[in-house]
């Protein structure tokens, strides 16, 4: 889908660029994921009193459950959200490098440009801040925002997107969880794939492996 002739005309009508963060604008070889998810295990440890291989157990559970393992912990033991994600996010950004194709290729893009994260928006910062690419986004959403609602509940696009004022109609959403394009397909929104390998789905109209590429490739008109 990439080098698609079309591609700029499938995305004319776009006003709005809606990015995931964590594994979408950065390669998932650079596994700050992984600093994140061993700090989810061991607030998990601490918070339940449970041991790695319970608390591990727990997180899939709320991840397939919830969308995440802070919207398990908040519904099934009411944990205050803040204090968690604080310490889940306090990792090193130390081997992250920034992209100037990146970069250049979202600053290029005609209209508004956001981010919206399961994550913190201050975490998002500090992302993009590793990636040099401060400063070319409009608003930055953090699951804050959606009222602690994570991606894929709809609640949390109902939040975000009206609190942005978007229209869905004229927006693209770019996703690695191909579970987080379902809600946006349905309200309208082209819908992209950011992975290695696509995901099966009606609700995935594109995929890219090299998304500074299709973002040229959008533009090449």
Avoid at 68 to 75: E, Q, R, S, V
Avoid at 102 to 125: C, E, H, M, Q, W
Avoid at 180 to 208: F, S, Y
Wanted: no cysteine; net charge negative; charged share 25%.
């Amino acid at each position: 889908m990439t080098d698609a002739p079309d591609l700029p005309a499938r995305f004319a009508h776009v006003e709005t660029w809606v990015f995931d963060l964590d594994n979408t604008l950065y390669p998932p070889q650079m596994a700050l994921f992984d600093q994140i998810e061993k700090r989810m295990t061991n607030y998990v440890m601490r918070a339940l009193g449970v041991d790695r291989p319970e608390a591990d157990r727990l997180r899939s559970h709320y991840w397939q459950l919830y969308g995440t393992t802070l919207a398990g912990l908040m519904h099934e033991h009411d944990l205050d959200p803040e204090p968690y994600l604080v310490d889940v996010h306090d990792i090193s950004f130390a081997h992250m490098t920034p992209d100037p194709d990146l970069a250049a290729a979202i600053r290029a893009l005609p209209g508004r440009k956001i981010v919206f994260t399961n994550g913190s928006a201050p975490y998002a910062d500090k992302v993009l801040a590793a990636r040099g690419l401060t400063g070319l986004f409009e608003a930055i959403y953090g699951v804050e925002h959606a009222d602690y609602h994570p991606k894929p509940q709809p609640a949390a696009f109902a939040r975000v997107f009206g609190r942005d004022g978007l229209t869905p109609g004229r927006a693209a959403m770019f996703e690695d969880d191909p579970r987080n394009l379902k809600v946006p397909h349905d309200l309208g929104m082209a819908t992209v794939h950011v992975a290695p390998e696509r995901a099966p789905g009606a609700h995935i109209q594109h995929h890219t492996a090299d998304l500074p590429r299709f973002l040229q490739a959008i533009r090449n008109r």
